[in-house]
């Protein structure tokens, strides 16, 4: 698995070579503005400020129930929301997910929504159904990609994807999304649930996909993963954004330390990872 | 009752259910992409079959008027769509599809010697009539309310279906009509006489059916109806939008309908509101599949085809009433060894 060669860059799009080596700020790919969700009356995020770079891992920790995965729902048009997604340029006010996955923007989400009475191949081909609608017909390669980085499912393609183990249908979900050639890639707990070698497996999947230059926006229970892996990090909690700065530089920080990384917490059988 | 009459009955029903297992499939195929029950499926019937016998007259098919009408109603819906998300480009393409293609089917309806083309190129119009209006029906109205419960959509159904039964006795008239057959071929096969027009009813339900199976089984627009109606989020995230799904659907969905009229009109005199009873029979078999099995729901077409030939023999004037208390014990054996099918929410 460390043949991950270089020159196969079919999967990232748009990688801005000057962007990326220049120590500055990289382009924007992701801004959110000031965005407020609400389950009736109760809010579930209010006032969410968030940025990703070009290229960059950007993770956003927090506990349960704290609006990770609201907010992400939200930024890809599931959810209503007020405020404002700018996104590669373009400014959304009401963000819908069929534009924005037309436009470069995939979620993998917290449930996976797996096609689970199809096999691993169609649930993948189905992945570049909107680059296919939209005339690039490129799936064969993108799948030898997708399946270079997860021998596992090619292992497995014919496989009815109901009747995968929990990390294959994790690999699964990220495959399909990488499908779509994603610009900006949103990933909602990708080791819920899953062994340490498979959470590792996963993690080192993250870090080869930013090589290639997809951006990345990374909703972590596991923080001590997240924060290694990421370049950035946002701390959400109850609904707002408590903290945020470099990741190395959050993973330091005693308030962190103390509620996502000390020992003896929730999170210590993954830290074993 | 001899082996002859017995086999005749047989052929009978085995045509019908070839019919009903059609309807069977496209009622199913909208409820689980879209959750509605689609009772208009059978008025699809009745408008492909008597537009077919407005061509064959000669006289430009009145289905015409509520094509262009659902058309431009279509366009008008879309262009302010188009308009207020500040997407001018798809003005040109929303007025071509909806008020330019009515438009060149009405110029080629009034320039064309209907009564004399050819067989094949009658049926063609009337198909091209009558399975456009699908979509626009999805997208007129059943997209606007696509989140709305089962219950709502099959309200809206009921609707839909006494609205399109109006419409044709305006379009058709009272009287009944029958087309010529395909074929006046008569085979022999052992002791039973075979007509040609069973045989066309088989073959192209058959090779509608494999069409199907090839189109879910192998395109990536199939995959994606499918995908939809496995997971709707699921599929959202993918690209795959609802409407476009639903508009597909209804596409194929009035397609089956409008083929099976065309199919059965020279075997049955229609009436403008005969689909209803032809689409409930249908709809009884696609119960008998769950509203889920595609292979149950065929296979319970084609019985409710043999009983209903064979009561028809027995007791023709109550031959519906059979048909219908036969399959009930049928349906409680599903309800107790099938489980339900969901509503979602
Ligand atoms: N559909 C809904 N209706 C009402 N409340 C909801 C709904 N979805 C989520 N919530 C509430 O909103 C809050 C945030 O939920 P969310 O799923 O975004 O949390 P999370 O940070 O992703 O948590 P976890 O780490 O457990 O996945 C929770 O209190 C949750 O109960
Ligand atoms: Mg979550």
New binding site residues.
Partial sequence: MNGMSVEMNVIGQTIDEAGKSAPGTPRTVLEVRDLCVA??K?E??SNANLRVGEGQIVTVI????????????AIMGL?ESRGQVIFDGEAEYVPRVERMVARGMNLVP?KRELFAEMSVEDNLLLGAFQRYRSGKRDHAETMKEVYHLFPRLEERKAQLAGTLSGGERQMLAVGRALMAKPKLLML??PS?GLAPLIVREIFRIIGELRRRGVSILL?E?NARAALQVADYAYV?E??EISMEGPAKQLADDPRVIEAYLGLGGKHQDRLAA | MDIQIALLLAQDGITNGAIYALLALALVLVFAVTRVIFIPQGEFVAYGALTLVMIQAGTVPATLWLLLGAGVLAAAVDARGALASGQKGRLAGVLAWNVGYPAVLAALLYGLPLATLALPLQVLLALLVVVPMGPLMYRLIYQPIAAAPVLILLIVSVAVHVGMVGLGLLFFGAEGSRTPAFSEARFELGPMLVNGQTIWVIAASIVLIVALYLFFGRTIYGKALRATAMNRNGARLMGISPALAGRLTFLLAALIGALSGVLIAPITTIYYDTGFLIGLKGFVAAIVGGLASYPIAAAGAVLVGLLEAFSSFWASAYKEVIVFTLIIPVLLWRSFTSHHVEEEE
Avoid: C, F, I, W
Wanted: charged share 15%; hydrophobic share 35%; no cysteine.
């Fill in positions: 389950y009736g109760v579930a995020l927090g506990p349960n129930g704290a609006g990770k995965t609201t907010m992400l729902s959810l917290e909602d707990e819920l909703v229970q959400l109850t609904g």
